[in-house]
């Protein structure tokens, strides 16, 4: 007998952050919008507590902030916190990789190679908010082969505290195509078994990213 799993369906809370997510990597949500909540309750079809809790989460990512007289605002983009996020990235992710690329299995190759190729395609539609998962899930299955949750779970977070930043390099055709090639550069060292030269593939990737995102926040 074949056993059959259920996956919990998310609650609204989890639901409605999904969708704030969506909208503040699309650009819907644009830095210095005002979030009116009963208005984006009624949008959603849910009451004004799920609404108000993903905020906060929100708010703890740095993603909005909060004030009595305004409410719930979008946060501006900031040079200085994108360059100190990926500069712990940087310490974090070489070390995922270090510790993973001896464990990755044929299986585990596969399904990078696949992801990378879920990037591409996403990339290819011009679908930022689909770009933004598949290139997320292509490097975590990297990170989490190393088997070290608690670096797995420090790194989401850095993650989502740049969702926003990422689609605004994705935003460009020739950004998106850099990332497609970069991920084959990082395979290729994957295949071979190479840590360093994957620690140094993913340098290289990060760098372009963030002078790019960088560049554009100050014209």
Same mark, same amino acid.
């Given at each position: 007998m074949t056993d059959i799993l259920f996956t919990k369906p998310p609650t609204a809370q989890e639901a409605v952050l999904t969708e704030l997510r969506r909208l503040l990597v699309t650009g819907d949500l644009a830095p210095g919008t005002p979030i009116r909540q009963e208005a984006l309750a009624e949008r959603l079809g849910v009451s004004r507590v799920p609404v108000r809790e993903a905020l906060k989460v929100l708010e703890g990512e740095g993603h909005v902030s909060y004030s009595a007289h305004r409410g719930y605002v979008v946060a501006e983009l900031s040079i200085d916190d994108l360059v100190e996020v990926y500069r712990l990235r940087e310490l974090l992710e070489a070390e995922a990789i270090r510790v993973a690329v001896p464990r990755l299995t044929l299986l585990n190759l596969e399904e990078i190679e696949q992801a990378a190729r879920d990037v591409e395609s996403a990339g290819a539609d011009g679908d930022l908010a689909e770009v933004t998962a598949a290139n997320r899930n292509f490097h975590f299955l990297l990170f989490d082969a190393a088997g070290l949750p608690r670096l797995s779970r420090t790194l989401r977070q850095l993650w989502d505290a740049t969702d926003?930043? /990422?689609? =605004?390099?994705? #935003?460009? !055709?020739?950004?998106? @195509?850099? =990332?497609?090639?970069? *991920?084959?550069?990082?395979? #290729?060292?994957? /295949?071979?078994?190479?840590?360093?030269? !994957?620690?140094? #593939? @993913?340098?290289?990737? /990060? !760098? *372009?990213?963030? *002078?790019?995102?960088?560049?554009?926040?100050?014209?």
């Amino acid at each position: 007998m074949t056993d059959i799993l259920f996956t919990k369906p998310p609650t609204a809370q989890e639901a409605v952050l999904t969708e704030l997510r969506r909208l503040l990597v699309t650009g819907d949500l644009a830095p210095g919008t005002p979030i009116r909540q009963e208005a984006l309750a009624e949008r959603l079809g849910v009451s004004r507590v799920p609404v108000r809790e993903a905020l906060k989460v929100l708010e703890g990512e740095g993603h909005v902030s909060y004030s009595a007289h305004r409410g719930y605002v979008v946060a501006e983009l900031s040079i200085d916190d994108l360059v100190e996020v990926y500069r712990l990235r940087e310490l974090l992710e070489a070390e995922a990789i270090r510790v993973a690329v001896p464990r990755l299995t044929l299986l585990n190759l596969e399904e990078i190679e696949q992801a990378a190729r879920d990037v591409e395609s996403a990339g290819a539609d011009g679908d930022l908010a689909e770009v933004t998962a598949a290139n997320r899930n292509f490097h975590f299955l990297l990170f989490d082969a190393a088997g070290l949750p608690r670096l797995s779970r420090t790194l989401r977070q850095l993650w989502d505290a740049t969702d926003v930043y /990422r689609s =605004v390099y994705f #935003a460009a !055709a020739d950004n998106r @195509q850099r =990332v497609v090639d970069e *991920h084959e550069h990082l395979c #290729a060292a994957l /295949r071979a078994g190479d840590a360093e030269a !994957a620690i140094e #593939a @993913q340098a290289t990737h /990060r !760098a *372009h990213s963030v *002078h790019t995102v960088s560049a554009a926040l100050t014209r």
